[in-house]
């Protein structure tokens, strides 16, 4: 999978890689799918779109040298990973703590916008990410083939359309799943307990990290 394309090195691995990344569980895509196994499809659309918000501040970051920047300081990038880590823990908490019922009719927009900050925030939040984008853009720049800031829009793009084919999937998966299930609250607030958990402790192992 060679080639240059918009300056970028090996588009098809680049390509493959993003899936790669998209695919391995992290708070990002377990958010999405307590989004959308609690909210319903549009939550989990517009969570998505707030994890591609983040995506594109850590991206312009990288490119303009602030991410390096973060990294070569570890007194600030300790402060933002305990940070984060907080963060994924209280969402987790509020998810053990949650009452199964069903959302008002009026009340979709607010629940979007809702789950569009948190998942804005989380990945905003996540150093790890910052160190991804800093690290993980360069190796397909073509220092010789690039095009400035056309290149790092191209891979922008690239990222943000693959997120949404990706999340947008898992997000339709998994309202089919819930759909099925939503008369079974049991189940439901076990789903609810897995999740809340699984937000705690990648909130306890990005604190020790």
Not at 54 to 62: F, P, R, S, T
Not at 99 to 126: C, W, Y
Not at 202 to 207: A, N, R
């Amino acid at each position: 999978m060679g080639g240059v394309m918009f300056g970028i090195v090996n588009y098809g691995t680049f390509v493959a890689t993003v899936l790669l990344f998209l695919a391995i569980p992290g708070p990002g895509l377990l958010g999405i799918v307590a989004a959308a196994g609690k909210d319903g499809r549009r939550a989990g659309f517009v969570g998505t779109l707030g994890i591609m918000a983040g995506d594109w501040v850590h991206m312009v970051l990288a490119g303009i040298g602030v991410a390096a920047l973060l990294q070569a300081n570890p007194v600030v990038f300790r402060v933002i990973q305990y940070l984060g880590a907080a963060y994924l823990m209280y969402l987790g908490i509020r998810l053990l703590r949650a009452k199964i019922e069903d959302k008002p009719e009026n009340g979709e927009q607010a629940i979007g916008s809702r789950h569009f900050r948190r998942l804005f925030v989380v990945t905003l939040m996540n150093p790890k990410a910052i160190v991804f984008y800093m690290a993980f853009f360069p190796l397909f720049i073509n220092p010789e083939q690039h095009h400035g800031a056309w290149t790092l829009l191209a891979m922008g793009l690239t990222v943000s359309s693959l997120t949404i084919l990706f999340c947008f999937s898992v997000v339709l998966l998994v309202n089919l799943i819930s759909v099925r299930l939503k008369n079974n609250a049991q189940i439901s607030r076990f789903a609810h307990r897995i999740a809340g958990i699984a937000l705690i402790g990648f909130g306890i192992k990005l604190s020790v990290n």
